[in-house]
């Protein structure tokens, strides 16, 4: 428990190296349209963009199913990992959903991957909750789109930003959250709850005086490269974490958590802006909230369960970890997913 306290404060103390862009980072495919799994054959893709309403260019994909018809489709929006891009699991969800028939947007969040932002690598609860109703913005506006009919599937600290977004735009009829995190939650808190209000204030001290490093430079340092090679000693989760995005598995060179890094002060918004405070207002609109059974992560699906209100439902898939919930295909419960989707876009 003591080396998992650890790395939740080095998670909020990203203050470390300075560099526009981690120069460290093992590039094991440099090619732009590198995608981390298999297009389906029954799928198409197609690159779009679209602005929030802060006027930030996100980048996507819209992923099709060949034999739609002609008749108007009921739709999802997807983002995740926290640190991802649409190049791995939120576009691997994208081509699952769209093999099963709906309309599925896959996108960048602000400041990551191909959408526009500067600096880059920089993330707000905000900002990340607002890029869901941008594709939602999006999705409405597709002649082969029910507008009345659209969803959202949130992966990791996506899960948490897909809840809040749920919960502030109405026009989101139902939103499933899979390994989720609770993003504010573990910055102000950390892993368990386990930061003290020592450690939190000590924490804010050193990102206000990166702030005024940053100020007097006129730009902005970046923390440390995400998953470095793990040490023996590190607890498991850490060790899955590696084994996904600085692996072929789950690698791409515009992730930061494939061995770039976010912004040193990128903590400071996410420590006093819970992004949970209305998850009840998302009732009566259905949430599915999906976890594995041995994940690290699992008690913030449980708490955001037991907040909400119904209609809810929790599925906790056996003896899956967290990064599960990612990629594998034959783990992760796409036929529930589907179920609850055409159930309740209606």
């Known amino acids: 428990m003591k080396k998992i306290a650890v790395i939740a404060i080095a998670l909020m103390m990203t203050i470390g190296h300075s560099f526009a862009q981690n120069k460290n980072s093992k590039k094991m495919n440099t090619s732009k349209e590198h995608y ?11 690159k779009i963009s679209f602005k929030n309403r802060y006027g930030i260019s996100l980048s996507g994909d819209l992923y099709l199913p060949k034999n739609a018809g002609s008749g108007k489709l009921s739709a999802l929006a997807i983002s995740g990992p926290f640190g991802a891009v649409k190049e791995q699991s939120s576009g691997l969800y994208a081509n699952q959903m769209a093999e099963r028939g709906f309309a599925v947007v896959a996108f960048d969040p602000s400041y990551t991957g191909e959408s526009g932002g500067e600096p880059r690598n920089l993330a707000s609860p905000e900002m990340n909750t607002e890029d869901f109703s941008a594709a939602v913005d999006f999705l409405g506006l597709q002649k082969n789109v029910d507008r009345e009919k ?76 995400y998953n470095k090679a793990p040490k023996d000693d590190d607890p498991q989760f850490v060790k899955e974490y590696y084994d996904y995005y600085r692996t072929p598995r789950g690698y791409h060179e515009r992730s930061v958590n494939s061995g770039n890094s976010w912004t040193a002060t990128t903590p400071i918004s996410f420590m006093n802006m819970p992004i949970l405070t209305y998850i009840k207002e998302i009732s009566p609109r259905p949430l599915l909230i999906i976890a594995g059974e041995n994940a690290h992560s699992r008690y913030f699906s449980e708490t955001a369960f037991q907040n909400a209100n119904e209609p809810k439902e929790l599925i906790i898939v056996p003896n899956a970890v967290h990064t599960d919930l990612y990629d594998k295909i034959e783990v992760i419960p796409f036929d529930k997913m589907d179920t609850f989707f055409r159930t309740n876009l209606k």
């Open 150 to 225: 659209i969803g959202i599937i949130g992966i990791c600290g996506f899960g948490g930003f897909a809840l809040n977004a749920t919960a502030v735009d109405k026009r989101i009829k139902a939103v499933v959250a899979s390994t989720m995190y609770d993003i504010t939650r573990l910055m102000s808190k950390g892993y368990n709850d386990a930061t003290t209000l020592e450690q939190r204030t000590k924490t804010l001290e050193q990102l206000g005086e990166q702030r005024w490093k940053d100020a007097e430079a006129g730009t902005f340092v970046y923390g440390p490269e």
């Open 36 to 46: 981390t799994f298999q297009l389906s054959d029954k799928v198409t893709r197609q």
